[in-house]
């Protein structure tokens, strides 16, 4: 049976405290506020979360604590014109929770989801001062045993001049290794 939004996701890894779940509508305001909080990504409008977590729930995962408490999420979607790739939006985790290998298992879950499983290559476009993102798609890309591709994303021009903002590189991990 296909994994619906609000399900448990199996993390095999480590036995933890934190649970992993497609998100639903409800966790929409949470992660509009970890965004806000992340201090390095884009503020988008709450409607836009609400659209994360709703049209694109099946390639999306959050993390909760033990209290069930939102701790991270990320949210990713498939290009329409590359179907088999999944491109990470954004990626957030909670300041108190950084460092401790959190972001690494959500991108292994999100790759785990049934909507990702003729998926082949992973993209996000991260900026050149955002070492830890930098690291985390390093890591992940040296889990898979993938190649890592870094070329030209957005440049710092195609952003408003109203707003200064840093260039974004394009990460292109993969192909992936098939599963049998
Ligand atoms: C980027 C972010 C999601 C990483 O989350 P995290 O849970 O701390 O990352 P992990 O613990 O899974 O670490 C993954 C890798 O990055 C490295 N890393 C994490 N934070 C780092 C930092 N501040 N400086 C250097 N390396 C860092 C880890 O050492 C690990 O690499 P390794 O396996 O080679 O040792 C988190 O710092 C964050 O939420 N930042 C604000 C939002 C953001 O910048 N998002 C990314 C842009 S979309």
């Known amino acids: 049976m296909a994994v619906q939004p609000g399900d448990t996701l199996r993390d095999t890894a480590t036995e933890t405290a934190v649970r ?3 998100p639903e509508v ?3 305001a949470s992660i509009w506020c970890l965004v806000r909080e992340s201090g390095a990504l884009d503020v988008n409008s709450q409607y836009a979360y609400l659209l994360i ?3 694109f729930a099946r390639t999306s995962v959050v993390a909760c604590d033990a209290q069930n ?3 991270a999420f990320v949210a990713a979607y498939s290009p329409p014109h590359k179907s088999d790739t999944v491109f990470v939006w954004q990626v957030g985790v909670s300041a108190a929770w950084r460092k401790q290998g959190l972001a690494k298992r959500l991108l292994h879950q999100l790759l785990q989801l049934p909507a990702c499983k003729d998926t ?3 993209e996000a476009t991260v900026t050149p001062s955002n070492v830890a ?3 985390l798609f390093a890591a992940l890309a040296r889990d898979v045993q993938a190649e890592l591709n870094i070329s030209a994303g ?3 021009c195609h952003f408003s001049t109203e707003s200064s903002h840093e260039a974004e590189e394009l990460f292109r991990i993969g192909p992936f290794q098939t599963q049998s």
């Open 26 to 28: 409800a966790d929409a």
């Open 20 to 22: 992993f779940r497609q």
């Open 53 to 55: 977590c709703d049209h």
């Open 154 to 156: 957005y440049e710092a």
């Open 69 to 71: 408490r939102l701790i």
């Open 133 to 135: 993102s930098r690291r």
């Open 120 to 122: 082949n290559f992973l």
